[in-house]
């Protein structure tokens, strides 16, 4: 199924963490589902497929994607999985989503970083920054509401001596801060990126960077984080998403404001995530899928709307030939999972029965690129929906519907 793509800025979940699909290289390892659990494969090739029309499918409490009209997503209907067209999915359609990723746990890391500190990065990262004088690097912490205790928490934990100061908390240590600096938390806020090294650390340890940012730098009635990076909160999504948490889609507002140093006001841009501090659904309401149900769920879809057109990309995955967008299992373009299925038709009804004849139907198939003009409405509608490529595959799966 030629020409089914994704928008380039998609994120692709690897076992490193997130890459958008337009950075992702040949060699590459990326999640794939296997049939029952996520694994992971090599990335084989890729694509710049230009400009083409999108659709945007959004799920609640999980995310969006925007995906031309005939790239396939994994579904659950009619009490099994199978591959769906965007074109064809609808408010409540049921699709297959993440539930959490797989751990990749670097040992090395573990060894250094407990869940105690990294519940302090991640309260440093919110309220924390780093600044350097003549004389020294200097750490400063906010003296917010929790202050107090996050100075004794540096204390205990880092053993560095923290002094009280008028307007926040102040450590002085030249070690301490480029350690910080290096474990990539030396940027000033609107400039910060999530360091991939956490995409390495136990489930465990990422709920407690999350939980240490929020109580940083987030609103507890609303559950909502909202920060001057949009990186830095893309990146606070993923890590709850591979942690098995549930995160809405990141969203900005703007707003006319004057900074307590600045001599006039100026528009600011902030970006806003909200979380919910507690394990992703597996589904099970929506049917009884024979999925992992620690890394997989069931997912209804909230929304399927045209969203214009954007340039695309694709990627082939070796061997299972699907790849996980943003917390979505979709197919990529080769070996498209309608040719599977013909060929189970085809050995259902005893056209085909030995491995050599599948791969002369495999072989035929993807090597049609060009058909005539469609002859009936049937055709015209298949051919619209999924493209040229297979349409030797479909002339061989109406001829297996007759008797032999």
Not at 105 to 121: D, G, H, M, Q, S
Not at 237 to 254: D, H, P, W
Not at 261 to 271: A, D, F, G, I, M
Not at 291 to 316: F, M, N, P, Q, Y
Request: proline residues 4%; hydrophobic residues 40%.
């Amino acid at each position: 199924m030629h020409g089914t793509c994704v928008v380039g800025d998609t994120p692709i979940f690897t076992p490193d963490g997130p890459i958008e699909i337009k950075d992702i290289k040949i060699g590459d390892e990326v999640w794939s589902f296997d049939g029952y659990t996520l694994v992971r494969a090599r990335v084989t090739n890729k694509w710049d497929r230009g400009i083409k029309d999108i659709l945007r499918v959004y799920v609640n409490k999980l995310g969006e994607l925007y995906v031309t009209p005939n790239h396939p997503f994994l579904v659950f209907e009619n009490g099994r999985l199978a591959w769906k067209p965007a074109a064809e999915l609808r408010r409540g359609s049921i699709i297959v989503a993440t539930r959490s990723l797989p751990e990749n746990v670097a040992p090395e890391l573990t060894k250094v970083i407990t869940p105690e500190i990294a519940r302090l990065l991640g309260y440093f990262a919110a309220d924390g920054w780093i600044t350097r004088t003549r004389k020294a690097y200097q750490i400063c912490l906010s003296k917010g509401s929790n202050g107090d205790y996050w100075a004794k928490e540096f204390e205990e934990l880092l053993g560095a001596k923290v002094w009280d100061k008028e307007k926040w908390y102040l450590v002085n240590s030249r070690r301490l801060a480029l350690a910080l600096a290096l474990l990539g938390f030396g940027q000033k806020h609107k400039h910060m990126k999530m360091p991939r090294w956490l995409f390495h650390l136990p489930h465990e340890h990422m709920r407690a960077f999350l939980q240490g940012f929020f109580d940083g730098d987030g609103a507890k009635e609303s559950r909502r984080i909202e920060i001057a990076s949009e990186w830095f909160a893309k990146g606070l999504r993923y890590l709850a998403l591979y942690s098995g948490l549930t995160a809405g889609v990141v969203k900005y507002r703007e707003r006319i404001n004057k900074a307590p140093h600045s001599k006039e006001p100026r528009l600011w841009r902030t970006y806003l995530v909200i979380f919910g501090f507690r394990d992703a659904p597996d589904g099970h309401s929506y049917g009884n899928a024979n999925i992992d149900k620690k890394h997989l769920r069931l997912a209804k879809i909230t929304s399927v709307e045209e969203h214009g057109r954007d340039r695309v990309w694709d990627i082939e995955v070796a061997g299972l030939n699907n790849f996980v967008a943003d917390g979505f299992v979709v197919h990529n373009s080769q070996a498209t999972p309608t040719v599977a299925g013909l060929v189970a038709c085809l050995l259902s009804d005893g056209v085909i029965d030995n491995v050599d004849d599948i791969k002369r139907v495999l072989r035929d198939t993807a090597a049609d690129y060009i058909v005539e003009d469609p002859i009936n409405e049937v055709d015209k509608r298949f051919i619209n929906a999924f493209g040229k490529s297979i349409a030797t595959g479909w002339g061989l799966f109406k001829l297996s519907r007759f008797k032999r």
